[in-house]
C-alpha cells in the first residue's frame, strides 16, 4: 500500500457535549489507525457497524490507556466512498474529552508502525470534497449545493439545493459542451480541409447547419438562466415591501404576517419614519418584509407640512419598494386612492414587479361587496394588475372567527411566490421535470453561463452572411461563401465550451483552483 498520500482526519460533528461525534478518517493509513486505537481485534467488515474500545496508540490497552468504553467503527473501501479513498469512521460518545483524546491519538497511529511511517494530519477546511472531487465522486455543481444543503433553513431553500446535488446539473452542461466541441470540430475541419473538396455539403450549408444548432441550444441556456435568477429568489430570499399612505395600516399587517409585534402600530399618523426590516419564513420561502414610511404629498400649512425626517423617510420608501421583489400596495378602505401611493406603484409595475393590493379595514364599510367592486374598478384602471391580485382584509378583526380575510391574503402571497419561483420549460422541450433542476443553479454558474451565451452571440454573427463586392469565391482558408468568417466562429465555439467547462470543473486549471478554494472554504 503507497502512503504517498496524506491520511486526513477531522471532527464531521458539531463541536460540543453531545451524546455522539463521528470523527471521519480518509486516505490510505484508515486500517494503520484501526490497528492502533483496536489493538489485537479483527478488522471490522467493511460497511458494517462494529463495536469497539479505543485505546491510546503507544501503549499497551489498560484501563488507564482506556479512550473511549465503547466507539461504533464503520470502514469502507475505496473506490466506493464518499472521498474515493478508504475510509474509517469513528463513533464516539460525544463528551468534549473524549473527543479530545480520540483526535488526539490518532497521529501517534503512525509512530505505532515505524516501518511504514504513514503521514496522519488533521483535515483543512473541506479538505475531504476536495478529495471526491479529484477522485471523480462529486462535481463542481455537486459540491456547490452540498454548501447550500448545509445552510437551508426554509422548505423551499431545502428542495433547491437537493435539486442540485444530483449529477443532473453537470450532466446537462457536460452535454452542451459536447454539442458545441462538435459544432467546432466540423467548422475547423472546413478550415483545415476547405480545398480537398470531399464534403458532403457546402461551406455555406455546414455554416447555416451548425448555426441552427446553436440556436437550439441558445434557447434552452437562455432558459436556464432565467430559472437560475427565480432560484435566487429561493435562495437569498424574497423581497416585499409595504406601501401605503400614512396610518393605512402597513404594520399592523406587517405585525399579522410575522405573528408578532414587529413594528409600532398607533393612531397616530406617520409613526413609522425607516424602513423596518423583517425576515421570516412564509410558508416554506425565506421572506424578507420591509415596512416603510406613509407617502404623502406635501402640503403648505398645517399638519400637510411634511419635515425633513419624514422627507428622507418618504424617499427611502420609494427606492426600497422599487428595489423588491414584491410590492404589497396597503390601501385604507374609508379615504381616497393617495396619488403619491399609486405613482410608485405604477412605477413598480412598469418595472416587473409584482403588485398585490390589501384594501384594509374593510369592518368599517356598510356595503362590503358593493364597496369592493368599487375599489376594484378604481385600482384595475391605474395599475393593471390581475383581479385576484386585489385582496380585501381586516387587521382589526384578524383574531375574530373570519380572520379579517388574512389567511386569503396569505393565500394570494403564496401564490405570488410560486408564480415567481416555478420553472420556465422552453417550448421545444416537452419534458417540464428536467427545468426544476435549473432552479437550482448557483450564481457562479449563471454568471459563466450568461459568459457562454455572449460567445454564443458573436459566433451567431461570424456566420451571418455579409454582402461581397466580389463575385470570386471566397471559399479560401478562414472564411467561407458569402464572406462568413469561419476562424472568428470556431474561436467564439471554443470560448463558449470554455465557459461551460468552467461550471463543472474542467476548465483551465488556474481557474479551477480558484473556484475550489472559494467552494471549499464554506
Known sequence: MSYDEPTIYALSTSSGKAAIAVIRVSGPACKQIYQGLCPSTAFPKPRYATLRRLYSPHLPPSPAT?????????????????????VL????????????????????????HRALQPQIRYAEPGEF???????????LPQIESLGETLSASTEQQRKLSVRGTT???AGRYEHWRTLLLQARGE?????????????????????????????????????????????????????????????????????RIVGREAAIVSQEAGTTRDVVEVGIDLGGWLVKIGDMAGLRRAGLVGPDIVGAVEQEGIKRAKQRALESDVLIVVQDATTEMDPEVMETAKRCVDLGIHVIVAINKIDQLETTHSAQEAWRGKIQPVLGILPERVVYISCKEASSPGSGNLPS??????????????????DSDPDPSIW???????????????????HLKTFLLAVEPRPTHSSQDLS???????GVDIVVAAESLRSAAEALARITGKGESGDVEEVLGVVFEK
Open 66 to 86: 482506556l479512550l473511549d468504553s465503547g466507539a461504533l467503527i464503520l470502514y469502507f473501501p475505496a473506490p466506493s466512498t464518499v472521498t474515493g479513498e478508504d
Open 129 to 139: 470534497t476536495r478529495r471526491a472531487f479529484a477522485n471523480n465522486r462529486m462535481d
Open 187 to 255: 467548422l475547423e475541419a472546413l478550415i483545415d480541409f476547405s480545398e480537398d473538396q470531399h464534403f458532403d455539403e457546402s461551406p455555406a450549408a455546414l455554416c447555416a447547419s451548425v448555426a441552427d444548432q446553436v440556436r437550439v441550444l441558445r434557447v434552452q441556456m437562455e432558459a436556464h438562466v432565467a430559472n437560475a435568477v427565480r432560484g435566487e429568489l429561493l435562495r437569498n430570499g424574497i423581497s416585499v415591501a409595504l406601501l401605503g399612505a400614512p396610518n393605512a395600516g402597513k404594520s399592523s399587517l406587517l405585525n
Open 409 to 426: 391574503f396569505l393565500d394570494t402571497l403564496l401564490d405570488t411566490f410560486k408564480d415567481m419561483t416555478a420553472a420556465l420549460v422552453p
Open 89 to 112: 469512521e469513528l463513533h464516539v460518545h460525544g463528551g468534549p474529552a473524549i473527543v479530545r483524546a480520540v483526535l488526539a491519538a490518532i497521529p501517534g497511529c503512525a509512530k505505532a
Open 476 to 482: 479560401t482558408f478562414g472564411e467561407a461563401s458569402d
Open 167 to 169: 449529477s443532473s446539473l
Open 436 to 454: 426544476q433542476e435549473s432552479l437550482g443553479a448557483t450564481e457562479r454558474q449563471r454568471v459563466l453561463l450568461s459568459e457562454c451565451l455572449g
